[in-house]
């Protein structure tokens, strides 16, 4: 079976183009098990962040599969997604497999080791797990992939220094605005992201942070972490909230955009001659592009803030070449699983066949001589049992190691075992790989 990543990221495609196939979190369960409905596709997992949309899979066949993955991406959103085809990749087999290793390891992020990829990889694998996409492929890939981002994360420096999309979005503020002592902040947004960049934010010096999000509960939350320095506004008030800011980070869910050059304009009337800095880290955008074109206002997106903090990731830059090592060892350990399974159909029916004549052939010797004590036949089904165990233990153990070794001569010895035997373990069983997994690149 091919396995394939279908996607678009920060390397191919612009935020506006993320933001235009981005899936609502909220429904992300659903669009998996569409997923899983179609006939091409095995097993599937769908990674988003604010860097990419991702989707692995496990395909029946490599051209229906991607067909079929493209004609998901339109079909549920009800949305024509044609100009994708200019922005995604497709990943074949190895290709997929160290990708995914150098996403979660984060050599692959915009900001290199950034601290939320490994937790956004473990959040889409537990996603698929709830929506029952995951077969025993997906499955063992992607614990594969959480364990390299882990083992890079602990014997590397690629997570140093605390850099994350947050905390380039605060660096990007102090930039332009200077020292955070005596400014006041507005935190649109108090999910995950919006709770990191306030930590930071009280970190790096500021003083009153308003913190407005569409649960008030959850806004008063991040105010209550953050003590004295942070207060709650509500959502109906963003314009006033807008009239005191000095800085706004804001990182929502919204659909929509939240800053408008409507609200924007307003508040900027009621506060002549003061600027007003807008760093907007949410993929869909929060802020409407043309905010940009209001006198005194200046906005950063999320694309903006790569050359933020190139020259603190130096050291994250030197301990690449140890992640890489890293990913190498993963993938290597990955394909001998996954090239093995070929040997696992024929294994599962000669130990099942072997078993099944040898309890037939006990059922009969005990039957012919009823005399035999409990004693005795504990010993003779003892004996038989090392027998076959004896008997088949070369065999196994040499397929199983040519399985990790050359995948083409395992499937002959198979089919060859298969015959052999008269196990029919292999014909039509859905879980003999057709493709092999190290093919290359196909478009």
């Known amino acids: 079976m091919p396995l394939v990543c279908l996607g678009l ?39 988003q962040t604010c860097g990419r949309l991702e989707i692995y899979a496990e395909l029946e066949d490599y051209e229906a599969g991607v067909g079929q993955l493209k004609a998901f991406l339109s079909n549920f ?15 074949l087999g190895t290709q997929a497999i160290d990708h995914l290793f150098r996403v979660s390891t984060g050599i ?28 025993k492929t997906l499955h063992t890939l992607f614990r594969q992939a959480l364990e390299a ?44 992201m919006g709770a990191l960049a306030a930590r930071r934010l009280k970190a ?3 003083t009153d942070i308003v913190v407005l999000n569409r649960s008030h509960r959850r806004a008063q939350d991040v105010a209550d972490e953050l003590g004295s320095i942070a207060r709650v506004a509500e959502m109906p008030g963003l314009v006033n909230a807008l009239v005191a800011a000095d800085i706004v980070v804001t990182s929502t869910g919204a ?31 929060d802020v409407d592009p043309d905010v940009a074109r209001i006198a005194g206002v200046a906005v950063v997106d999320v694309d903006g803030l790569k050359g933020v903090i190139d020259v603190t990731l130096d050291k994250r830059r030197d301990a690449i070449p140890m992640v890489e090592a890293i990913v190498d060892a993963h993938v290597e350990r990955f394909l001998q699983w996954y090239q093995s399974r070929v040997a696992v159909p024929v294994i599962a029916s ?47 153990v040499r397929i199983r190691d040519k399985a990790a070794e050359n995948r083409a001569e395992a499937m002959t010895h198979a089919l060859m075992l298969d015959e052999l035997f008269e196990l029919q373990s292999l014909s039509g069983d859905p879980s003999f790989p057709s493709v092999p997994v190290r093919d290359e690149r196909g478009e």
Do not use: W
């Open 255 to 285: 659909s929509h955009f939240v800053l408008t050059p409507g609200n924007v304009a307003e508040a900027m009337l009621a506060r002549p001659n003061r600027p007003l800095f807008i760093v907007d880290i949410a993929v869909p955008r």
């Open 77 to 91: 959103r009800h949305a024509d997604v044609g100009d994708m085809d200019s922005y995604m990749y497709t990943l």
């Open 149 to 192: 981002g882990k083992a890079a994360r602990t014997h590397t420096s690629i997570s140093g220094d605390s850099i994350s999309i947050a905390t380039a979005a605060v660096a990007c503020a102090k930039r332009h605005v200077g020292e955070l002592s005596g400014k006041t902040v507005l935190l649109i947004g108090a999910g995950k």
């Open 108 to 135: 692959d992020s915009m900001l290199i080791g950034e601290a939320e990829i490994l937790g956004q990889v473990k959040e889409a694998y537990v996603q698929a797990q709830r929506a029952r996409s995951l077969g």
């Open 350 to 396: 000669l130990t099942q066949k072997a078993e099944a004549i040898r309890e037939a052939e006990l059922v009969r010797l005990f039957a012919r001589c009823p005399e035999l004590t409990e004693r005795e036949r504990a010993l003779i089904t003892g004996t038989s049992l090392t027998i076959v165990s004896k008997l088949l233990h070369s065999a196994i």
């Open 9 to 47: 990221s920060h390397h191919t495609a612009p935020v506006d183009v993320r933001e235009r196939h981005a899936f609502p979190p909220a429904k992300m369960r659903e669009a998996l098990i569409a997923l899983h409905d179609y006939s091409a596709v095995r097993e599937a997992l769908m990674l």
């Open 204 to 206: 790096d010096g500021a």
